[in-house]
């Protein structure tokens, strides 16, 4: 987190430039379907979180509140489906914002929030009883039949 959000609102920033001066030049249909991605993003978000009640910002197991890994919704297909919805955002918010250049700067993101699951599955193993049972019967992190 302490390397994701600085660079997070950075991104907005450089997104903010962008239009301000006139930078990119991203079509209407662009700008509708970054809207799509956000709104796609957004819902599974919202999704993810009333499936998981256990979900935070920092990986930290809940026993007081009999922490158990989720494996109904989102979590029945793909291991990590709070970070595919920010996935949609990363590519949703620079086309809605009319920003090539945002669009250019989210793989980045993308590559930092990989790096983090794998991170999050290695606490999740070690720590949470059932995760390894989960990781061998969900094969996809981020995106089914592709991470």
Not at 72 to 86: D, E, K, L
Not at 125 to 133: I, T
């Amino acid at each position: 987190m302490a390397t994701f959000l600085p660079l997070w609102f950075a991104w907005f920033v450089l997104m903010a430039i962008d239009r301000r001066f006139g930078w990119s030049d991203v079509p209407v249909f662009a700008q509708v379907l970054g809207a799509v991605l956000v709104m796609l993003g957004m819902l599974l978000g919202f999704r993810v979180l009333k499936e998981n009640s256990y979900a935070a910002p920092v990986v930290k197991l809940q026993k007081d509140r009999g922490h158990r890994v989720v494996t109904t919704g989102p979590y029945a297909c793909m291991r990590h489906p709070m970070y595919t919805s920010a996935l949609f955002l990363f590519l949703g918010l620079p086309l809605l914002l009319g920003s090539w250049w945002g669009l250019c700067a989210a793989p980045l993101l993308v590559v930092l929030l990989a790096v983090r699951a794998v991170m999050e599955e290695r606490t999740l193993a070690s720590e949470l009883e059932g995760y390894d049972d989960y990781v061998a019967r969900i094969r996809y992190r981020f995106v089914p039949y592709l991470w």
